[in-house]
């Protein structure tokens, strides 16, 4: 079966830039240091802040050189830029007042790495700590080899913000669920990564916590990256990834209320309870549309002509009153959208009911502040597309062909420099 969402799929993987959906288990990192201390893993303790203020008490608190790192969902923050000062998302500061600076620059900003949305994500959370020195950058992760169908270890010398580039340098050791961190498997791990007894001792037991951890949370991955060791000789995780199967949801039901959706998660998920299909894409042409056929060739005409689509908005079989108005809700809070496309195919509803639908929900969402181009197809549509006619509604124009209307919205709209 076709669904819509799998157009939706479809349409983003062929039209770039991407975004990705994944839909595994995402921990910030206050939560994800809060699972590693709770199975007794090194982690410098933490403070989460949400204003410069804090961020300067924190920091006068810790009362030495800190880290400053942006929470959001994605990987790749040392590398990323700011929509503020082009700086990244992972900052060392010397004193409260460069703290407080800092975060003037990361809070309410964007943050764009390799993993985010071109436009980046927006930055409302900080999490600071004491800075480590470090001596050097380990990579351990567990995870499961489907070839294999095993667990396997992959361990690196060469850990840190480079380990994409360094995976030639990866040790991978498959070991048993139940054997567990074995002699053999110290000695190797020894011998290539060149520790001395202690560290190796160390290590040890922090891959026993590792593996209890996996095991116990149903874990697909774990990764530290990077695992360091001080300059004083202790090794401390500085950050982690997780990845659980989505079937153990429900016997890990604690570990998934922790779970942080993004804020375009979030709205999809509460539009989806409205029986509204919504997808932000990257452009800045809104698009409401009834059925995934319809909304598939609105944004590749739209595409055709040199615009860029915003969304996708279905707002599904009836096109009532009630779903229109909230569908221009969402496209009014979206700061990028320019302009507005509605596409509707009357079938079952008549067109003259949907234009009375549009017209009053417009009116009842304060009107429209950018051009609105209405394109209406099926029974009545020349007395709907007449009704917004004479609506005496700012910006809005009525196109009763739809290729016609796509150009008329793409021409309309301002275009983004
Ligand atoms: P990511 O870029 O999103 O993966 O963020 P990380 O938390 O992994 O931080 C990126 C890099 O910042 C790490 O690989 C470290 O090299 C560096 N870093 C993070 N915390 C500290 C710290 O306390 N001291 C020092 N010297 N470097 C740090
Ligand atoms: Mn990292």
Redesign the pocket.
């Known amino acids: 079966m076709i669904t819509w969402r799998s157009i939706a799929r479809t349409f983003q993987r062929h039209h770039a830039p991407f975004r990705a959906q994944v839909r595994q288990l995402s921990l910030l990192?206050q939560h994800s240091h809060k699972l590693l201390q709770e199975f007794k893993l090194p982690v410098?303790p933490g403070f989460l802040v949400t204003t410069p203020e804090q961020a300067k008490q924190v920091v006068s608190v810790i009362n030495g050189p800190s880290?400053i790192?942006a929470q959001v969902l994605?990987?790749?923050?040392?590398?990323?830029r700011f929509s503020s000062d082009g700086q990244?998302?992972?900052r060392?500061v010397e004193s409260p007042n460069e703290a407080f600076r800092n975060a003037t620059n990361m809070l309410g900003y964007y943050l764009t790495?390799a993993q985010t949305p071109q436009d980046g994500l927006k930055v409302d959370k900080l999490y600071i700590?004491?800075?480590?020195?470090?001596a050097q950058?380990f990579y351990f992760a567990m995870t499961f080899d489907r070839q294999h169908t095993a667990p396997v270890l992959l361990i690196s010398s060469s850990?840190?913000?480079n380990i994409e580039s360094n995976v030639d340098k990866l040790h991978k050791l498959y070991f048993g669920l139940s054997t567990g961190i074995t002699d053999e498997i110290d000695a190797y791990i020894q011998a290539e990564l060149g520790l001395s007894d202690s560290e190796m001792k160390d290590i040890h037991q922090i891959l026993v916590q590792m593996l209890k951890l996996f095991k116990e949370k149903d874990a697909t991955l774990l990764e530290l990256?990077?695992l360091?060791r001080s300059e004083e000789g202790e090794f401390v995780c500085?950050?982690a990834k997780f990845g659980f199967d989505n079937t153990a949801r429900y016997r890990q039901e604690e570990l998934f209320g922790l779970e942080e959706r993004s804020p375009e998660q979030e709205e999809e998920r509460r539009l989806a309870e409205l029986g509204l299909n919504y997808v932000r894409l990257e452009g800045n042409i809104g698009n409401i549309v009834n059925g995934a056929g319809l909304a598939m060739a609105t944004n590749d005409l739209i595409s055709l002509y040199g615009g860029k689509s915003a969304n996708f908005l279905d707002v599904g079989g009836t096109t009532t009153k009630q779903a229109l108005s909230k569908a221009f809700g969402i496209l009014k809070k979206d700061e990028r959208v320019k302009g507005i496309l509605i596409n509707i195919y009357g079938g079952i509803v008549r067109c003259d009911m949907i234009a009375e639908a549009i017209v009053s929900a417009a009116a009842e969402t304060g009107g429209f502040k950018c051009p609105v181009v209405v394109r209406l197809q099926g029974t009545n549509s020349e007395k709907g597309l007449k009704l917004i006619k004479q609506s005496g509604l700012d910006n809005l124009v009525v196109e009763p062909e739809f290729e016609k209307a796509a150009q008329r919205i793409v021409k309309e709209t301002p275009s983004v420099e």
Request: hydrophobic share 25%.
């Open positions: 990192e410098p880290v790192k994605a990987g790749g923050r040392g590398k990323g990244s998302g992972v060392r790495t700590y004491k800075a480590v020195s470090i950058e850990g840190g913000t990256n990077p360091v500085l950050d």
